[in-house]
């Protein structure tokens, strides 16, 4: 993850400072910043949308455990299937931002124009 930030700064300060003659290289930090972006993106997205489900399972458990029971909640089919259906759909999203970084990070290592 954090080879797309070094990449895109080390392009960045090599490439673009300005001179007369044109590098085609001075452009590439921006697709290093983008794929950098996209990979670090996933700790904010688990944080927000993933973490409440979590919690709540946990939570659940340990009060569960606590009283030896299922806490005088019933635990039913329907609502653990929900819960990983989300999971799921969430982890997904995670699994394209990762394969989005890795896609735009060997496009801009292969010099292609984004």
């Known amino acids: ?6 990449l895109a700064y080390h392009n960045y300060t090599t490439y673009s400072r300005p001179s007369i003659i044109y590098s085609p290289f001075s452009n590439l930090w921006k697709g290093y910043l983008a794929a950098g972006l996209l990979a ?19 939570h659940d458990a340990h009060h569960a455990e606590e009283q030896g029971t299922n806490g005088g909640k019933s635990t039913r089919a329907e609502d ?5 259906e989300r ?7 995670r699994a394209l931002l990762s394969t989005s970084a890795a896609v735009v990070g060997c496009w801009t290592a292969l010099r292609l124009n984004l």
């Open 1 to 6: 993850m954090s080879s797309f930030a070094y």
């Open 87 to 93: 999971w799921a759909a969430h982890n997904l999203v």
């Open 80 to 84: 653990v299937h929900d819960l990983l």
């Open 40 to 58: 670090h993106a996933i700790m904010p997205y688990t944080l927000a949308f993933m973490m409440g489900g979590v919690n709540k399972q946990l």
